[in-house]
């Protein structure tokens, strides 16, 4: 099988190696040179329309501007090998996952919505969950390859758009998570308890999953190193807003989460881990001596 992957940053690179490594001969297309480290079962190529020469192509681009830029450019889509199908695994709005779809039924095209959760070296090591969505056929096409790039794959139904709304409240309960460990450690900590025993117990007791677990981690080291880029999280809080918008949905918590990343941004921050919104609610915090 022939697969083509366009996009290859620090999410794409790792998975278009794995599969690579699994035997898949991929042709892959970004936008600066990439280095395969001498695997031979990947070939550079010089357009996203050869990339598109494929059994199926993954597209892991940054939002539906970089998708719209590269994809939907005049004549790339339309160049696609017959019966391709498409696996767009990036984070992108459900409104324009439907325009997509709608596109490459026209042109006779599968189309799987494939949003992932991980960060790189998850993405490296193959175990991203995967959120897949899709007509039938195309999601069992993309199969094979899906259980390649992630430890789990959960199929969503047949429209694109749910993988891509469960995503997008997936992350946005991420922020949230982030957000109450930024508070909760701000408050002890103001009363001088130790970062590290406060995260400890909370682990042991309430809050022993992995989310709690990665990000307190990162706030009690102070770790701002990007696994995930603040400003594509504001990205994402932005699209749930909108989806929530749409919906009639009341989301304060949202609204909070996203007017603190979006101060984050605009304080210079957006190319830090997004967890590094705590150091907002930490430089507000007076200590007992302080404020005596």
């Known amino acids: 099988m022939k697969i083509g992957f366009i996009g290859l940053g620090s999410m ?34 010089d357009t996203p329309a050869e990339a598109l020469q ?28 017959a019966g391709l199908v498409q696996v767009v695994t990036a984070t992108i709005s459900p409104d324009f996952a439907s325009e997509l779809a709608g596109t490459h039924q026209a042109l006779g095209f599968g189309y799987v919505a494939a949003p992932v959760f991980g960060t790189p070296d998850v993405a490296a090591a193959g175990n991203l969950n995967i959120m897949a969505a899709g007509a039938a056929e195309a999601v069992e096409r993309a199969m094979p390859l899906l259980s390649i790039l992630g430890k789990a794959v959960f199929v969503m139904g047949d429209d694109p758009a749910h993988a891509n709304v469960s995503k997008i409240a997936g992350n946005m309960m991420l922020t949230m998570a982030i957000e109450a460990l930024a508070e909760a450690q701000a408050m002890v900590s103001g009363l001088g308890v130790q970062p590290q025993a406060f995260l400890d117990l909370m682990l042991q007791t309430q809050f022993g999953c992995r989310a709690y677990e990665n990000y307190g981690r990162r706030i009690v080291d102070g770790n701002v190193a990007p696994g995930f880029k603040m400003t594509l999280g ?3 809080l932005t699209i749930a807003a909108d989806v929530s918008h749409l919906v009639k949905a009341s989301t304060p918590m949202l609204e909070a989460v996203r007017s603190r990343m979006s101060e984050a941004v605009d304080a210079g921050m957006g190319a830090q881990d997004w967890s590094a919104i705590a150091g907002l609610a930490s430089s507000a915090v007076v200590t007992k001596d302080e404020g005596h």
Not at 16 to 40: K, M
Request: proline share 3%.
């Open 12 to 45: 794409g690179r790792g998975m278009a190696l794995n599969l690579a490594r699994a035997g898949q001969e991929v042709q892959a297309w970004n936008r600066s040179p990439v280095d395969f480290d001498g695997i031979a079962s990947i070939r550079s190529v």
């Open 54 to 81: 494929a059994d199926i192509v993954f597209t892991m681009l940054s939002d539906d501007a970089a998708i719209r830029q590269v994809l939907l450019a005049p004549g790339v889509l339309e160049s696609g090998q």
């Open 234 to 236: 504001l990205k994402d």
